[in-house]
């Protein structure tokens, strides 16, 4: 059964199970910082998901232009700030060429280990959270079927851009405010 923001909130067990989250997402950044890096602004985390997202749910592949379009209704980034995101996450081995589809024009870029690695341990932080509040299981169920990041991830991504207007507000978290199913 799904668990509601309030019940989230409210939970006693939720602020001990939040810091144990942010010791985990700690941990993956001095395990590697610059991937870690991905993580620590609002910024970068919904331009990863959205390149995940992209590679694992769009229909036409995580190419830059694709990136740019799914994040400009969303006024995340400018253009140029998504290139050198793509650019650095090139360089630092973060993303490679796709290798099933091999195109100059558009260039089409796939995750590599490190990002299947991290966004793993990212799900089953997260999960870990709603199973301190109901302990449902959810980690253990994870662990045994990681190949379920592909299809889980973009729909959670979507989720990000697809919060209401205003419903994170009251406890200080910013959202997008914009809606722009199209791109999804």
Known sequence: MPLSSDTIANHPSFLPSLSLYSENL???YQENQRLGANFGSQRRWLISQSALALYWGGS????ISALIDMLKPFKVASPN?????IDETLA??????????QSLRPR????TEPVYDAIGLWFTANLSILDAL??????AEFSAR???IPAIQPHLARGAFMTPPG???????RCCRKRSPAVW
Request: no cysteine.
């Open 146 to 148: 990681p190949e379920l």
């Open 26 to 28: 700690t941990g993956v």
């Open 134 to 139: 109901d302990g449902a299981g959810r980690v």
């Open 167 to 173: 419903a994170n507000r009251r406890r200080g978290l």
């Open 60 to 63: 036409g592949g995580l190419t």
């Open 108 to 111: 089409y870029f796939a995750p």
């Open 81 to 85: 700030t998504i290139r050198d995101y």
């Open 92 to 101: 630092y081995g973060f993303l490679q060429p796709d290798p099933a589809r």
